[in-house]
């Protein structure tokens, strides 16, 4: 089968999960700035079996498109560019940011580290992702 990579699209950085090869389970990967984003992905892709990318749809309570679908879209289109041989989808991510705080709450994580936008980045790329496995299945 191969792994699907979900990405949490930010102006500054990026969070990024992948799943197993079987496409089971979610598990954050990384932050990355997002200006390394594209190399970041050309080097994962060279080295791990992939089979499609999803990226989070910011929408509105409204369902329309939010403030910052603005600038994912066009990086969607670049990133069907860059990988032509592979799927892009889109998830809606609507309380995703706060459900990833609210999940390192939960785990015991101290204050100090929830304040860390990378992990909130990482974990909202797994709800992402998550949420787009069991969408499909």
Do not use: W
């Amino acid at each position: 089968m191969g792994r699907i990579v979900g990405l949490d699209f930010g102006r500054v950085r990026t969070g990024i999960a992948t799943t197993d090869e079987m496409q089971l389970i979610a598990s954050g990967l990384t932050t990355v700035p997002t200006k390394e984003l594209l190399s970041f992905l050309k080097k994962f892709v060279a080295e791990e079996k992939v089979a499609s990318f999803v990226v989070g749809e910011p929408r509105q309570m409204n369902n329309m498109p939010s403030e910052s679908e603005a600038f994912i879209g066009p990086f969607v289109e670049v990133l069907k560019k860059t990988f032509p041989d592979f799927p892009v989808h889109r998830q809606d991510e609507r309380f995703t940011s706060q459900m990833a705080v609210k999940s390192m709450v939960a785990s015991g994580m101290k204050k100090k580290n929830r304040r860390d936008k990378k992990m909130v980045d990482e974990i909202s790329a797994t709800l992402i992702l998550q949420g787009y496995l069991e969408r499909i299945k």
